[in-house]
């Protein structure tokens, strides 16, 4: 092609200005819809900010919730996604923590430090922030994001770090650790159910063994699901669409129940299977988002000295996680099965949304 002098001085400017203000970006219009496309890159707003460069992101099974329409604070126009790793673009002036060109690792969770919340640990409840990355703000499915509160909500990634090992971190690892194993107080000798062998069960089962339990009893439909479990650590396995579950737990603990039962998929079905196996003195932790009421069975349970517990990850845990991550004492590689390139996430979403027939747990997307 030949450009006149002038066409190419014009054209050679515009696509300058264009590239420094455009970004491609997974975009959600509304239940059933979103788009891989052009958005303006986001900038500085807060002097809190860090805006960084996306490395490598995933999807998340609260996408597909998105996408079905379940959570309604998701608005059209949003750019989803909440976890990542990315190199650092710019900072605000009041971020002290970090610079340009330094690694680190998204928590799901914003916190902000200082407010009520915050100060107890419970970033989840952070007054400003919490879930909000790719919920109420746009998030880390794209080329570039704004990480508000960056010294308190980002990590940075020691130089020899396996940055895809990384992304487990962002929110998976620590929300089976503190939701499923801190919760559900796992110590050893424990019997323990986990309740749905998504990648937050296994990242559950991956955890747990912090704790070496006795015995890791993992429950799903999936026989793939199933089989892996038991690569990742788990003594028995029971099918729900084929056995009577209750039956097989009982058979196992010598009708007793057991210690821990973790509800990992969000559905009145998997929470009252827990009120059903759960020994007395037990702990039923539940990770699952729930849209729907669920039945709390009290005509047995009074009597039976349980905990129930709920709650959203605190992201507390990620230093520690990511040490253990470090020094391989915690396998989370093993839950990337799929790897795109990050202009590929059409095609990644159809894999993960089809989950059981691609025999996928984590993508992997990279820039
Ligand atoms: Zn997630
Ligand atoms: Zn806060």
Known sequence: ?????????????????????????????????????EKEKPGILNPTDAIVKILKT???????????????????????????????????????????????????????????????QMYSHCETGGWILGNTIDGTQAEYVRIPYADTSLYPIPADADEEALVMLSDILPTGFECGVL???????????????????????????????????????????????KTFGATHTINSSTENVTERVMKITGSKGVDAAIEAVGIPATFELCEAIIAPGGRIANIGVHGKPVTLHLESLWDKNITITTGLVDTSSTPMLLKNVQSQKLAA??????HFKLDQIMEAYKTFENAANEKALKVILTS
């Open 58 to 120: 995933t999807i998340c099974g609260t996408d597909l919730h998105i996408l079905k329409g379940d959570v309604p604070t998701v608005t059209n126009g949003r750019t989803l996604g909440h976890e990542g790793v990315g190199i650092i673009e710019e900072v605000g002036n009041a971020v002290s923590n970090f610079k340009k060109d330094d690694h680190v690792l998204i928590s799901c969770i914003t916190a902000c430090g200082k407010c009520a919340n915050c100060r107890k």
């Open 333 to 338: 590689k093993k839950l990337i099965t799929h």
């Open 1 to 37: 092609m030949v450009f006149t002098p002038w066409c190419a001085g014009n054209g050679h400017q515009y696509y300058f200005i264009l590239k420094s203000i455009i970004m491609k970006a997974l975009v959600y219009h509304g239940p059933g819809d979103k788009n891989w496309e």
């Open 183 to 229: 919760n559900g107080q796992i110590k050893p000798g424990d019997t323990v159910a986990i309740v749905g062998a998504g990648p937050i069960g296994l990242a559950t089962l991956l955890t747990a063994q912090l704790f070496s339990p006795a015995e890791i009893l993992m429950i799903d439909q999936d026989d793939n699901r199933l089989n892996v479990s």
